[in-house]
């Protein structure tokens, strides 16, 4: 019999069964998210799913592998879906089939396929064009308070702000004051974001408006991973060492009165990606860590890794990176980390 490599996981449901439960697990942030913002984001996973079959199948093709089966293995739809997230909507076709492309030719099958890859795939992807494309990357609608601080009562004064923002912003006429890629974001450019205005105000969380809008995705998020923990989809270790260490970091460093530290411990967990990036992103069951001990320092170095490039790096967006950074620590995590074989005593012998 061939070898199979570590790390294995027995199940009695299939692989193509754990992939569809995570994309059902998805499904209501995803629903929500249209509702309040459009169907931006439902047309990127179409076209990163359809662009991304045509990829897989061409892989397989290349590899003399049956194309079918692992097409029916439903873990590229996960892979689209993750990556259509974090794409702004209404990119342009080409920015999703270069990033998609990357993400199942490089990023999956340049390492052997589905349970060899070092990386995750959509992860990869994303910050492919990150790094390539990063003004594609970055137009979001900015909010009007960021763009003109005169017109608001904004303690804005920042003189090279406009200039900055000219360069993320694919247009001066904005659709919507309120648009950003999350409420964390439009903080870190405009100091009080949407959301932070509407817990002042006391807004009902299930108000039908963009204010709240971010909150009721990151707390379907929320929901759907514990859908997964409840299916033994994934284990508990990963989603709360990164959760806790996020909002210990935020709750340590924040300062009401220094604009510096962006955002309130809440808007650190929802107001961010912090719930798709805790559950559907740093657990995948190839490139995370596999011994428990192992999964919380993963999940913790993910943790800092994102609080860290938030408020002092220069990115937008750091659940990418962090999770990136994380597989990259993963192996070694493995390493030093992993259980006693059974039936060794402490000192290693039979």
């Known amino acids: 019999m061939a070898a199979v490599s570590s790390p294995m996981q027995f199940s009695r449901r299939s692989t193509r069964q754990l992939m569809f439960l995570v994309l059902v697990a998805a499904s209501p942030a995803i629903v929500i998210h249209s509702w309040f913002f459009g169907i931006g984001m439902l047309l990127n996973i179409l076209l990163a799913t359809l662009m991304g079959m045509a990829a897989e199948a061409l892989a397989l093709y290349l590899r003399k592998r049956p194309i079918r089966s692992n097409l029916g293995d439903n873990s590229l739809l996960v892979t689209a879906l993750l990556f259509g997230i974090a794409i702004p909507p209404g990119s342009p ?177 929802f107001g961010s990606a912090t719930m798709i990036g805790a559950f559907f992103i740093a657990t995948d069951p190839v490139t995370a860590a596999t011994s428990n001990p192992a999964k919380i320092i993963y999940g913790i170095i993910i943790g800092i890794a994102i609080y860290s490039i938030r408020v002092w790096g220069s990115y937008l967006d750091s659940i990418a990176i962090a999770v990136l950074f994380g597989n990259f620590c993963a192996p070694a995590l493995d390493h030093y980390l992993r259980p006693r074989i059974f039936g060794r005593g402490q000192a290693g012998k039979l």
Do not use: C
């Open 93 to 269: 076709w080409w920015l999703l089939l270069l990033g998609i492309g990357f993400a199942v030719l490089i990023g999956k099958h340049a390492f052997g396929g589905l349970g060899q890859n070092v990386f995750n795939p959509a992860m990869a992807g994303y910050l492919f064009l990150l790094l390539a494309f990063p003004l594609e990357m970055t137009s979001w609608h900015l909010p009007e308070a960021a763009i003109n601080p005169a017109t608001e009562n904004s303690p804005l004064e920042l003189s090279g702000l406009a200039q900055s923002i000219q360069l993320l912003a694919p247009t001066t006429d904005l659709a919507d004051g309120l648009a950003m890629a999350t409420p964390l974001i439009e903080s870190k450019m405009a100091v009080r974001s949407a959301v932070s205005a509407a817990l002042d105000q006391g807004l009902n969380l299930f108000s039908r408006t963009s204010a709240t809008g971010w909150e009721l995705v990151n707390w379907a998020f929320l929901l759907g991973g514990l859908f997964l923990l409840a299916m033994r989809i994934i284990s508990w270790h990963i989603p709360v060492a990164v959760i806790g260490t996020v909002l210990v970091m935020s709750a340590v460093y924040y300062s009401p009165g220094n604009a510096s530290v962006m955002g309130t411990p809440y808007l650190h967990l």
